[in-house]
């Protein structure tokens, strides 16, 4: 490669520099050559790397003390070399007429009479492994033949011909002090010399070793790299200079060489015998094109290239035709070798069509590697099944790897298989996966008629006893989960479950469909023994190890009126889960645990866990999580907080969570003023019930809001009817919960004192804190209403004080000012469950969470133990706290 004018026009002199110990070496032997010490130098390095510039430097350097003579070996004719030194005329008079021998002294007289006391003679063989043989014989010669030879003999080679050129110079170098050189590429003192010079300014180190990193520090890319520095004033893409160079370099290389790195880009392996046998040359010449390439800089010292632009450039030069060759070659030739399949692939990926089965068998192998990453198998699969798109195998490998990084692909190609595959065996294998793919990808809706139109035709053909009954059981558990993920197909999955026979045992598959089953039976409310039944073989074991499928057990134990069992497996899932490292699963866990807790009155905890769920992925909307902190800020007057987090609300995961948004939206419209919007929202809501089969009356209790309302309104016709509704619902499902809201919802619309006090009752049993407190608000209404005004007080206070602890402030204040109207003396309604204890009872109660026994507390405060005692036992009842512990938490 030469520089152009443009490239060099700033540039002092056209020649390599930083070569100055090499220079120096090269003169001083010239000068002990002028002392009579003939003297022999090998000169080698890289083709290209500055050798012949080098022998230029030596003869401008000692052009007035010795003779410098140069020729470039081409020929193997008899003193080729020696014709090229001396003139072929010359030497062709000396030895024309003499015999072998007399050539010989005929050539040491003319190197005599070229020599003189003061004046060596520099002879200079450039390419000498190409040297014919008379001239290095002539050369062995003259080293012993000639007394005090004023002479030193230069040998220029590329090291790759290292071996052919000692091999024929084997006689001069035994008999000679022989010196070597090996020239390698510019360092990093070189190239800054270099642009000190040529540029005018000292460059920074960052520069200088961006230069010489891409440009591999060889002379002439060098020297261009400068003389655009200097004409441009800014740095040059060395990387296309280096290219450039090697390009031409390469052009310049043997047929051989040539072959040898146009393999290497094909194959892009490391392993020399690799690309020598897709070259077809011998190893040895492989591994010295190797060596070579490697010191111009080419390849890293592991043998790879260090330009992908070189290897593109390479590739680019071939016939499209011939490249697809050479790589279906270079394939099979890795393959046979025993080379990775991944590695294999990598080729194999490259052609533009797969037309052998080993093909396809490399990419599946290399796809299994869990070398992989999942994206680059899922390619190599997809690959396979452009050519072969029916291929059963390579489609659940294909699905396999989709599960890693994109759900809902892998849930698009298991609904495909299950469609399409025959064999029993690897159909219900299909189905199980395709499950619990779509239920975490969020399309349990879109498998499930799927999977229920499996399970209906094996049962139909007699094919389901034939499948093993725990992947049954997981079958049927995770296509009633997915069933149950949407209004529009809970109908279905309830009809679903009427069909599975209940499993027996407690293995895994049987637990998980034991608890989809009671979760139907929840839902359609007509069985509590049942619902019961299919939940203890469904509740883990105890001690046992928590997964995020029991939050499903979880919810069913509490509307079955196990409230305070559900809430500790709720807990210990939600400890699990965040010890899992399972985000989805753990927010699921908070989220059920947040709903449970608002049912339950906490509302303070409803709205910590739903806030904490939502603030694990601010992007992910939680449904069920906006629902709770929704239902939570509605029951304290916030309207515009509850509109704001309406209007994020997307699709529901089950029908509670349908029903709780509903309920939510009906409660923020009468709390702007639209009542009669409020009560369509829960008859909406009793519809939507209907529709998907739902009856139970303690899942989402619209038809009590319903009746409430109605009576706020007025309607006390409507109100009947609401209750009527809750009261039939209510003999199905037995529970505290279902007794205390039919009978308040009585109560609600007849005023009925007695009915409501028992109502009271069977919630307070039920532990339904906020029902509670309505129930003791309209207990004190209808008290008020019957002139009974200090009962009325008693039990206003009671609503007020339960609204506060929960963290109702709507009610809170709504049974404020009903106490107010019935001759109640107090300030305005308490915004926590702290401002509901007297000021004594509040002094005593924090003493009591400082751990003060209750004598001290007397002592400290002047007071009985006996008025200890019932300050106590008041700040534990309004404060809902059952230990000192718990008190001090409340506190």
């Known amino acids: 490669m030469t520089l152009s004018e443009d490239d060099g026009a700033r540039l002092t002199i056209r020649r390599p520099v930083g070569r100055g110990r090499e220079l120096r070496q090269l003169v001083a032997g010239v000068r002990d050559a002028g002392s009579g010490r003939i003297g022999l130098l090998h000169l080698r390095g890289p083709r290209a790397i500055g050798k012949s510039s080098l022998v230029e430097l030596l003869r401008a350097e000692v052009c007035g003390e010795a003779d410098v003579l140069v020729t470039t070996c081409k020929s193997q004719e008899d003193f080729a070399a020696a014709k090229g030194l001396f003139g072929a005329a010359q030497v062709g008079t000396l030895l024309s007429g003499r015999d072998e021998y007399a050539r010989l002294y005929a050539m040491n007289d003319l190197v005599v009479q070229r020599t003189t006391d003061d004046r060596p003679l520099v002879l200079v063989l450039d390419d000498a492994h190409r040297c014919d043989r008379a001239t290095a014989r002539w050369l062995g010669v003259l080293s012993r033949r000639i007394p005090e030879p004023r002479v030193y003999v230069v040998l220029v080679y590329p090291c790759a011909e290292r071996l052919v050129a000692e091999a024929m110079f084997a006689d001069l170098s035994g008999a000679l002090d022989t010196t070597t050189i090996d020239l390698g590429p510019f360092s990093e003192a ?50 296309a200079e280096a290219t450039a160079w090697h390009l031409a370099w390469l052009e310049d290389q043997p047929e051989e060489m040539r072959r040898y790195v146009t393999a290497l880009a094909v194959v892009g392996s490391a392993e020399p015998a690799s690309a020598a046998a897709l070259a077809e040359i011998p190893s040895a010449a492989a591994e010295a094109n190797r060596t070579e390439l490697t010191t111009v800089d080419a390849l890293t010292a592991d043998g ?103 759900l809902s692909a892998a849930t698009d190609v298991y609904a495909e298989l299950l469609a399409d595959v025959t064999d029993p065996v690897v159909r219900a294998s299909v189905a199980a996966q395709l499950g ?57 999955a309830m009809s679903l479950a009427r069909t599975i026979i209940a499993p027996e045992g407690r293995a895994e598959g049987g637990r998980l469909l034991a608890q989809q089953l009671a979760r139907a039976e929840m839902l359609r409310g007509d069985s509590l023994p049942t619902a019961l039944a ?55 866990a908070l989220a059920m645990r947040a709903g449970l807790a608002y049912e339950a009155g906490e509302l303070v905890d409803a709205e910590r866990d739903a806030r904490a769920v939502l603030a694990i992925d601010p992007h992910d909307e939680d449904f069920a999580a906006l629902t709770v902190l929704a239902s939570v800020l509605v029951r304290r007057g916030d309207t515009d907080q509850t509109g704001q987090l309406m209007d994020r609300m997307r699709s529901p995961r089950d029908p509670v969570e349908h029903g709780w948004a509903m309920n939510a939206k009906a409660h923020w419209l009468w709390n702007r003023g639209d009542a009669d919007g409020a009560l369509e929202m829960l008859r909406k809501c009793g519809r939507e019930f209907d529709a998907m089969g739902v009856r139970n009356p303690v899942l989402v209790p619209w038809w009590l809001d319903g009746a409430s309302v109605a009576m706020r309104l007025g309607r006390s016709g409507e109100a009947a009817e609401f209750a009527a509704r809750g009261a039939d619902a209510a003999l199905r499902w037995d529970t505290a919960a279902a007794r205390g809201y039919a009978l308040l919802a009585r109560g609600l619309s007849t005023g009925h004192v007695e009915t409501l006090e028992q109502s009271v009752a069977e919630l307070a049993e039920a ?24 009962e009325a007080r008693k039990h206003l206070r009671a609503a007020m004080d339960m609204a506060v602890r929960c963290g109702a402030t709507r009610a809170a204040d709504r049974a404020h000012e009903l106490l107010t109207a019935a001759g109640g003396r107090l300030s305005a309604a308490h915004t926590s469950p702290k401002d509901a204890l007297t000021s004594g009872e509040l002094r005593v109660a924090e003493l009591a969470a400082k751990g003060l026994t209750n004598r001290e507390i007397a002592e400290r405060l002047y007071v009985t133990v006996r008025t200890v005692e019932s300050h106590l036992s008041n700040a534990y009842r309004k404060l809902g706290a059952q230990t000192r512990a718990e008190l001090a938490v409340q506190l």
């Not at 139909?460 to 093993?468: C, K, T, W």
């Open 190 to 239: 070189d190239l800054t010399d270099l642009v000190e010079r040529e540029c005018g300014f000292t460059p920074g180190r960052e520069l200088v070793l961006a230069g010489l990193a891409s440009g591999a520090g060889l002379p002439q890319v060098a020297l261009a790299w400068a003389g655009k520095l200097a004409a441009q004033g800014g740095t040059p893409d060395v990387e």
């Open 304 to 406: 790879r290239f260090r330009s992908a632009a070189l290897r593109e450039r390479l590739l680019d030069a071939l016939d499209q035709d011939e490249l697809c060759s050479l790589r279906t070659r270079a394939a099979r030739l890795l393959t046979d070798e025993g080379r990775p399949q991944e590695e294999v692939s990598e080729l194999v990926m490259l052609l533009p069509a797969l037309t052998e089965v080993w093909m396809f068998c490399t990419l599946r192998g290399a796809a299994r590697h869990g070398t992989l990453s999942p994206e680059l198998a899922v390619r190599y699969l997809r690959r396979v099944l452009d050519t072969v798109p029916g291929h059963i195998e390579t489609r659940l490998e294909l699905a396999t790897h989709l599960v890693e990084f994109d």
């Open 767 to 790: 532990g339904a804190r906020l029902h509670e407190a309505t129930a003791l608000r309209a207990l004190g209404t209808a008290l008020m209403h019957g002139q009974h005004e200090k």
């Open 436 to 492: 619990g793919v779509a239920q975490r990808a969020g399309r349990g809706p879109e498998a499930f008629r799927p999977l229920a139109g499996y399970l209906a035709e094996e049962r139909a053909n007699g094919g389901l006893a034939a499948i093993d009954p725990e992947l049954r059981a997981q079958i049927e558990a995770v296509a009633l989960v997915n069933g149950f993920g949407s209004s529009t197909t809970v109908a279905e």
């Open 534 to 588: 299919y939940l203890r073989s469904a509740l883990p074991a105890a001690g046992g190890s928590r997964a995020s499928w029991d939050v499903f057990p979880a919810v069913a134990l509490h509307f079955c009126g196990a409230r305070a069992e559900a809430m500790t497996l709720a807990n210990e899932v939600v400890v699990a889960m965040e010890r899992s490292g399972d985000i989805p699963a753990r927010k699921l």
